[in-house]
């Protein structure tokens, strides 16, 4: 993006997918931009596997739609790696851990999918 439009578009690009992701989250729900063009979701109490699913799901959906980017248009994909606690990491650090290692895995599947983190 900022190869081919600037590093204004790009910035902008990041402003508005981080208020796709905040307002498909619940109120209570994290939302923060790691670095580059990765962001990381905390959610807590979702109770079962499939709430978090259903919740990777939504983000993904947050992302089919084009991003207006002043007098630019373009279409973005979000790849989602998900780790649970106490299930995969009982620590912050080693669930993100988990969580990067499964958005690597859900990229070279082939990108725009939602992958769970797998020992």
């Known amino acids: 993006m900022n190869d081919q439009f600037g590093h204004d578009v790009g910035d902008e690009l990041l402003r508005v997918a981080a208020q796709r992701l905040r307002s498909s989250v619940r109120t209570g729900d994290a939302v923060a931009r790691l670095g580059g063009d990765e962001f990381v979701v905390m959610a807590d109490g979702l109770g079962n596997e ?19 980017l002043g007098s630019h248009a373009c279409n973005v994909s979000a790849t989602i790696g998900y780790a649970l606690a106490p299930v995969d990491a009982n ?3 080693s669930l993100l851990k988990a969580a990067d290692a499964a958005m690597y895995a859900g990229k070279q599947e082939g990108k725009d999918r939602l992958v769970r983190f797998k020992a």
Do not use: N, T
């Open 91 to 93: 620590d912050a650090g």
């Open 50 to 68: 499939e709430l978090p699913r259903e919740l990777g799901l939504k983000l993904i959906d947050a992302f089919r739609a084009p991003f207006a």
